[in-house]
């Protein structure tokens, strides 16, 4: 097992450049130890909580949630009942909630798509990956996060390859320790025959590569290794996904954009002598033209899923709305701007497409569109420098030819997808 003990306060440019010597730029299996200040561990552990409240409050159909009780997947109603029903209390630790609510009995909780569950630990993460994503860019499909709570023992998924291209970088919270096996493909093919899920472990392990990690560590795996961890005492853990997709899943995830983007609801049944030689008027799709191509419409959708990946920071899961938080309504409380001061949080930033009388903008991963003005290009340019600025400032020059509730309603479409903060300075 390889581990590496680099005496640094955060993850700067220094830390990723050691990551990526020491994992073989993302190749090889690696620990490095003592990553994380107390801070950030801190912090993380708190988000933890805060998402698994945030799920229990507005996951209505449990998705992305899973969880085991002694190795055993329970199914919705389970979860919506004895889970979703008993979220963490505002002055509990994850230790306490997992006594409360479990009495110590061997349990998992997976919770995937985090990042649209806690804004502060998609910021909190994001900035930590800054300097790596300055280096490498930004995955084709955009990071996840995926959260690892329980005393579960071995991983419940059993030994298993993650998806191709999908490499993982684990930040450990603590407090127990965990352990990670890897199995060579060679190895593995001839003990196991490369079987997918195998709960069948204790007799493969001593072919595996042992790694352990405390709390506050880091832990490398590429997307290519036979795994499964090891949870003997309750742990807390957050991975992250470099999702670097395969021609075949970028393709189709393409085709699941444009499907939900531009097909149209419409019942209209077809008949049975219904001419199928002219594909275009069976169709329910907008804005389809007969100089449009297969290429054109993929090659819009992909740009436009590449602005929506980028104005969240990197992150493929989109966060609450405020509205839908009940926090906020747009068409009422869009005053709420009016003389106060904005900024848009680092490492977000704004894009936008003009197209004839329209704009199109992204902001934290959602596509808007509103009538053109180029004041609107202005002040998404100044936003994006990150800066302060007080309202009144920022929409003068809008304000001499729109209503000045227009020009709030626009900052209020922002600040509802968690694109802009309010400032109190």
Same mark, same amino acid.
């Given at each position: 097992?390889?581990?590496?003990?680099?005496?640094?306060?955060?993850?700067?440019?220094?830390?990723?450049?050691?990551?990526?010597?020491?994992?073989?730029?993302?190749? @090889?299996?690696?620990?490095?130890?003592?990553?994380?200040?107390?801070?950030?561990?801190?912090?993380? $552990?708190?988000?933890?909580?805060?998402?698994?409240?945030?799920?229990?409050?507005?996951?209505?159909?449990?998705?992305?949630?899973?969880?085991?009780?002694?190795?055993?997947?329970?199914?919705?109603?389970?979860?919506? $009942?004895?889970?979703?029903?008993?979220?963490?209390?505002?002055?509990?630790?994850?230790?306490?909630?997992?006594?409360?609510?479990?009495?110590?009995?061997?349990?998992?909780?997976?919770?995937?798509?985090?990042?649209?569950?806690?804004?502060?630990?998609? @910021?909190?993460?994001?900035?930590?990956?800054?300097?790596?994503?300055?280096?490498?860019?930004?995955?084709?499909?955009?990071?996840?996060? +995926?959260?690892?709570?329980?005393?579960?023992?071995?991983?419940?998924?059993?030994?298993?390859?993650?998806?191709?291209?999908?490499?993982?970088?684990?930040?450990?919270?603590?407090?127990?320790?965990?352990?990670?096996?890897?199995?060579?493909?060679?190895?593995?093919?001839?003990?196991? $025959?490369?079987?997918?899920?195998?709960?069948?472990?204790?007799?493969?392990?001593?072919?595996?590569?042992?790694?352990?990690?405390?709390?506050?560590?880091?832990?490398?795996?590429?997307?290519?290794?036979?795994?499964?961890?090891?949870?003997?005492?309750?742990?807390?853990?957050?991975?992250?996904?470099?999702?670097?997709?395969? @021609?075949?899943?970028?393709?189709?995830?393409?085709?699941?954009?444009?499907?939900?983007?531009?097909?149209?609801?419409?019942?209209?049944?077809?008949?049975?002598?219904?001419?199928?030689?002219?594909?275009?008027?069976?169709?329910?799709?907008?804005?389809?033209?007969?100089?449009?191509?297969?290429?054109?419409?993929? /090659?819009?959708?992909?740009?436009?899923?590449?602005?929506?990946?980028?104005?969240?920071?990197?992150?493929?899961?989109?966060?609450?709305?405020?509205?839908?938080?009940?926090?906020?309504?747009?068409?009422?409380?869009?005053?709420?701007?009016? /003389?106060? @001061?904005?900024?848009?949080?680092?490492?977000?930033?704004?894009?936008?497409?003009?197209?004839?009388?329209?704009?199109?903008?992204?902001?934290?991963?959602?596509?808007?569109?509103?009538?053109?003005?180029?004041?609107?290009? +202005?002040?998404?340019?100044?936003?994006?420098?990150?800066?302060?600025?007080?309202?009144?400032?920022?929409?003068? $020059?809008?304000?001499?030819?729109?209503?000045?509730?227009?020009?709030?309603?626009?900052?209020?479409?922002?600040?509802?997808?968690?694109?802009?903060?309010?400032?109190?300075?």
């Amino acid at each position: 097992m390889e581990v590496n003990n680099i005496s640094r306060n955060d993850l700067d440019d220094f830390w990723w450049d050691n990551f990526l010597v020491e994992n073989e730029n993302f190749s @090889k299996t690696n620990v490095f130890e003592n990553a994380l200040t107390k801070p950030n561990v801190d912090k993380m $552990n708190f988000e933890v909580l805060n998402i698994l409240r945030n799920m229990s409050k507005f996951n209505v159909n449990v998705e992305g949630f899973r969880f085991y009780l002694d190795g055993e997947e329970q199914n919705e109603k389970y979860v919506v $009942n004895n889970v979703f029903s008993n979220p963490p209390l505002d002055d509990e630790n994850i230790e306490q909630y997992s006594q409360r609510v479990f009495n110590g009995q061997k349990f998992a909780i997976i919770m995937n798509f985090t990042e649209k569950y806690s804004n502060e630990m998609a @910021k909190t993460v994001r900035q930590l990956l800054d300097p790596l994503i300055k280096k490498l860019g930004t995955p084709l499909l955009g990071l996840d996060g +995926t959260i690892f709570i329980g005393n579960y023992g071995y991983t419940p998924l059993g030994i298993h390859r993650d998806r191709r291209g999908e490499n993982v970088i684990h930040f450990h919270l603590g407090p127990g320790d965990k352990i990670m096996y890897n199995w060579e493909n060679e190895i593995y093919d001839k003990k196991a $025959n490369s079987k997918t899920n195998n709960t069948e472990i204790e007799p493969l392990l001593e072919d595996a590569i042992k790694y352990q990690f405390k709390t506050g560590d880091i832990y490398y795996m590429p997307w290519d290794k036979w795994h499964v961890g090891y949870s003997g005492d309750l742990s807390v853990a957050f991975t992250l996904w470099f999702n670097n997709p395969t @021609k075949e899943t970028y393709t189709k995830q393409m085709f699941r954009s444009f499907a939900i983007q531009y097909i149209q609801k419409n019942d209209s049944i077809l008949t049975i002598d219904t001419d199928t030689s002219n594909i275009e008027p069976l169709l329910s799709v907008q804005n389809l033209n007969d100089e449009t191509t297969v290429v054109d419409l993929l /090659n819009h959708v992909s740009q436009e899923y590449r602005y929506a990946i980028l104005s969240n920071g990197g992150w493929s899961g989109l966060p609450l709305t405020l509205t839908s938080e009940k926090k906020f309504n747009i068409d009422e409380d869009y005053n709420l701007l009016d /003389n106060s @001061k904005v900024k848009t949080p680092p490492f977000f930033k704004l894009y936008s497409v003009l197209f004839e009388d329209e704009l199109t903008f992204f902001a934290r991963g959602y596509k808007m569109e509103i009538r053109y003005h180029e004041e609107l290009e +202005t002040i998404i340019e100044r936003l994006n420098t990150n800066k302060v600025f007080r309202v009144s400032d920022l929409i003068k $020059n809008l304000e001499k030819d729109w209503p000045k509730e227009a020009c709030l309603y626009f900052l209020a479409m922002l600040y509802d997808k968690k694109a802009l903060e309010i400032v109190d300075l």
